[in-house]
């Protein structure tokens, strides 16, 4: 079937620390594969996707790879900022019906 | 103006009363679709819809109806609604075939008592 597991969270960071959330996936056929960001009381926004084995997607300074080998597709930036504090989702869908599959998130809380 | 709309963004009610979400989109897009939110478990999908005339269940469909008045126009309904349907509903909007991405409203923040 078709899944998505990503890194538990919540997340505190400092200012200006390195960000990496773990994703990984399993699927049937050739997924695409995005990252959701979710601001406090507001829906779910695309953050990046990628189609493809080997594409890289990237916004705002994040950045994932879509990794075949590894099912992986993590997000990553080099310098969080405080207004990156939110919810992280990652999802795939598949050609079948357009379905999509989310992960269960990850909060984000980035302090001065 | 926003190109998902929900009404209402909040909304308490009791066990037992119908409910009614309504979701509405300019976007032009074909396909529109309903998740519940709830803390630890990510969204789930309750029903989708590829045209006014293809409705389809998703993943948590009981307990929970649809209409798709419109190509715009996607409500979610709660017969006889219970406690443990307390979450967060979005509608999301996409194109039809392919992969491409899903757009999503603001969300309904449901709480029933």
């Known amino acids: 079937g078709n899944s998505v597991t990503q890194m538990e969270g919540p997340v505190t960071l400092s200012e200006e620390a390195f960000l990496t959330i773990n994703c990984t996936y399993t699927a049937t056929g050739y997924p695409s594969l995005f990252w959701y960001v979710q601001y406090p009381g507001e829906g779910l926004q695309l953050l990046l996707k990628a189609t493809k084995a080997d594409d890289k997607g990237s916004n705002k300074g994040f950045e994932a790879t879509y990794r075949k080998e590894t099912t992986s597709f993590h997000l990553e930036k080099g310098s969080v900022q405080v207004s990156d504090s939110a919810v992280y989702f990652c999802?795939?869908?598949?050609?079948?019906?357009?379905?999509?599959?989310f992960g269960t998130g990850t909060s984000l809380t980035v302090i001065p | 103006d926003a190109d998902v709309t929900q009404t209402p963004r909040n909304r308490i009610t009791k066990t037992g009363k119908r409910i009614m979400l309504e979701c509405s989109q300019t976007?032009?897009?074909?396909?529109m679709y309903w998740y519940r939110q709830d803390p630890g478990l990510g969204l789930r999908l309750i029903y989708y819809?590829?045209?006014?005339?293809?409705?389809n269940k998703g993943e948590i469909s009981d307990g929970y109806s649809v209409s798709r008045q419109a190509q715009a126009k996607f409500s979610l309904s709660l017969e006889s609604a219970i406690p443990n349907q307390t979450a967060l509903y979005f509608c999301?909007?996409?194109?039809?075939?392919?992969?491409?991405?899903?757009?999503f409203g603001p969300g309904t923040r449901l709480t029933v008592l």
């Open positions: 999301a909007t996409s194109v039809s075939g392919g992969t491409d991405t899903q757009y």
């Open positions: 976007k032009g897009h074909d396909r």
């Open positions: 819809s590829f045209d006014v005339k293809d409705i």
């Open positions: 999802a795939l869908s598949v050609l079948t019906g357009n379905q999509f599959y």
